[in-house]
């Protein structure tokens, strides 16, 4: 020990002049930035979102799992977790509960990082003589500070605004009302949106050009009601209308499933998406639904470089509610007797059905046992032959459909079906090729209640509430069929009053107050400033 200390002293004498050279930073002294740089300078905030809604129990769980689509059982080979998933599907979730601290924590690092570079940009520490590109990136970083704001809004409610990266140490950021996030989020659109990019091309793909942020702000009026109290639906018809009219190129796909496919960047409907590649997106948890869904069987069916670990599956009862003809039943979900990518016929590997054929059923005896075969898969975003854990196809936050369909719900609510059924029958045909003439739905139909029979369906206990008083219920069953999979089933739910008052699977009603998650215990113990959310 005596000889390696002075060794290391002597080092130290000897060299008297290192070099400080960082080979995995920036240093802003060595950095003269030019315009071309501004993109992978902006790269860093936009990073979050991929965190946001993809990593391990991030936005995409809390906003399914939650709700009447989707549910993770306890299966043969494991998906307990201490109840992690059993809470969520239930609403018993509480302040320390995973989804909550995560999605609390990664949206405000993208926040985090769009402050800090918003405050490099303004202070001249990355100097940007092109007045014109600095203002533009600027925005930019505004918008999709915004953009992190909304799930903050949506998931929490009442939240700090920060808006400064260089705050004295100690600094504690105060709370904010709902309202007063909403009234923030939508200003900073409205204010910057007319400096973001209208180009719909190459350059502005997985970015926040003018029409990304139409769309959101499209979202923010759609859901105002609940944010705020008072409705927004003329307002968020006239964004809605803005992309229609836009004129850049953006339509419906031919075939709902061509938005997903693995090669999905060159889809005219998507309007902004979160950009994957199993190559350059290396943390693990990146993009991995198809691990997460599939069997350990199923590996010999994709060729898959690991083995996938069988957990969240479909609700039966959501499945149910499906016309036998609608090719989104055939296209999103993983059914039946699965094969090998040679044709031949898997068997179970374990549980009660290891060594018989694993042939997926619309049934799942309870989410406290289920076995390999119990529940449709995830099978909405195209799983490639020889995937890694992490998949290559982009995320949608917003498509084309979305617009369409936001611009139908809020015609539906202020009177107009007619106008409503023509745009939901336009999504609607793309997905009825066998019988084309199911494709049309009247302003009569959406005026009915859902087809989702609600009530608990396990092996434990049975109740029948339905749907048929559900207020548009048979809008709420198009968003299901059209977005299902896609991170935002919570939140429909909220708008149609389902989520807090109906039973399904074995799920019951916990609370009104459950349609906000709580403030993470771990924020309310570093900062005195904040409040819990009611009924927490």
Known sequence: MKRYIWITVLFAMACTKLKDTSYNKIIDSQFDPTTEDLASLVGAAYVNWRYVMNDWNGLFRAQEVSGDEVVIPARPNGWVDGGVYLRIHEHTWTADDDIVVQTWGRAYAGITNCNRVIYQLESGIIPISDSTAKHATLAELHVLRASYYYVLCDFYGNVPLVTEFNVPSGYLPTQNTRKEVYDFIVNEINTYLPLLSAKNDGTTYGKFNQWAAHALLAKMYLNAEVYTGVPAWAACIKQCDTLIDSHVGFALEAA?????????????????????????????????????????????????????????????????????????????????????????????????????????????????????????????????????????????????????????????????????????????????????????????????????????????????????????????????????????????????????????????????????????????????????????
């Open 256 to 536: 709902q499933k061509n938005v997903f496919i693995t090669e999905n960047e060159n889809s005219p409907e998507i309007i902004f998406a979160l950009p994957f590649d199993e190559t350059y997106v290396t943390n693990w948890n990146a993009f991995d639904i198809h691990m997460e869904t599939l069997q350990p069987a199923n590996q010999a069916t994709y060729n898959l470089k690991s083995t996938p670990w069988g957990g969240i599956c479909a609700i039966p009862q959501f499945i149910k509610t499906y016309d036998a003809d609608d090719d989104r039943l055939r296209d999103n979900w993983i059914k039946g007797q699965q094969y090998s990518a040679g044709g031949e016929v898997l068997n179970c590997t374990m549980g009660a059905y290891s060594g018989q054929p694993l042939n997926y059923i619309n049934a799942v005896p309870g989410i406290d046992a289920s076995e390999e075969i119990h529940g449709y898969r995830l099978g909405k975003f195209e799983i490639k032959q020889k995937a890694q854990v992490q998949l290559s196809n982009d995320w949608p936050l917003f498509r084309y459909a979305d617009v369409l369909m936001m611009k139908a719900e809020s015609l539906l609510r202020t009177g107009n079906t007619a106008d409503a059924a023509t745009l939901v029958t336009t999504v609607r045909q793309r997905s009825f090729s066998t019988n084309p003439s199911k494709a049309t739905v009247t302003g009569a139909d959406l005026l009915k209640g859902s087809e989702y029979d609600y009530g608990l369906r396990n092996h434990l206990d049975s109740s029948f509430q339905g749907g048929s008083d559900v207020v548009y219920g048979r809008f709420l069953d198009e968003l299901g069929w059209e977005f299902s999979q896609e991170g935002r089933r919570r939140q429909d739910m909220i708008r149609f009053g389902v989520f807090t008052k109906k039973s399904w699977f074995s799920h019951s009603p916990n609370g009104d107050y459950r349609s906000l998650y709580p403030i993470p215990r771990t924020e309310l113990n570093k900062n005195a400033n904040l409040k819990q959310n009611a009924g927490y």
